[in-house]
Nanobody, 122 residues
Framework: QVQLVESGGGLVQPGGSLRLSCVAS????????IGWFRQAPGKEREIVAR????????YYPDSVRGRFTISSDNAKNTVLLQMNSLKPEDTAVYYC???????????????WGQGTQVTVSS
C-alpha cells in the first residue's frame, strides 16, 4: 500500500498561486490514479484534479479547469498541484488520494494524506 503526505498550503491573496505537493512512499505513485480533493467547512469533499496511472490522463472540473494543473515527478515519487488565479472560494483543506480505478467520487479512494490548508484571502 501507499502512504501520502501533502504540503505546500498556506495563505495567499486572491489572484495568487500555490503549488501543493503529495509525496508518496511504500509504492510508486505511478501505479495509482491520484486525485486531489478539497473540503470546505460545511461542504462535501470534491475532486479538483485527477491524474491517471503512469500520467496517462488528467481531469479537472469546470470550477478549476484552466487554473489548476496536476502533474507528477516520478523521480521524486510526487504528484504536484499547481494552482493559479486563486479565488476566495478555493479556500479549503486539500487532500491527495490514491485509487486503483478512475473515479471522481472521493469514496472510491482507498489511501489519503492528512490534508493541507489553503486559504485565499486579502
Amino acid at each position: 500500500q501507499v502512504q501520502l503526505v501533502e504540503s505546500g498550503g498556506g495563505l495567499v491573496q486572491p489572484g495568487g498561486s500555490l503549488r501543493l505537493s503529495c509525496v508518496a512512499s511504500g509504492r510508486a505513485v505511478s501505479y495509482y490514479v491520484i486525485g486531489w480533493f478539497r473540503q470546505a467547512p460545511g461542504k462535501e469533499r470534491e475532486i479538483v484534479a485527477r491524474l491517471g496511472s503512469s500520467g496517462s490522463s488528467t481531469y479537472y472540473p469546470d470550477s478549476v479547469r484552466g487554473r489548476f494543473t496536476i502533474s507528477s515527478d516520478n523521480a521524486k515519487n510526487t504528484v504536484l498541484l499547481q494552482m493559479n488565479s486563486l479565488k476566495p472560494e478555493d479556500t479549503a483543506v486539500y487532500y491527495c488520494a490514491a485509487s486503483r480505478g478512475v473515479y471522481n467520487d472521493y469514496r472510491m479512494y482507498n489511501y489519503w494524506g492528512q490534508g493541507t490548508q489553503v486559504t485565499v484571502s486579502s
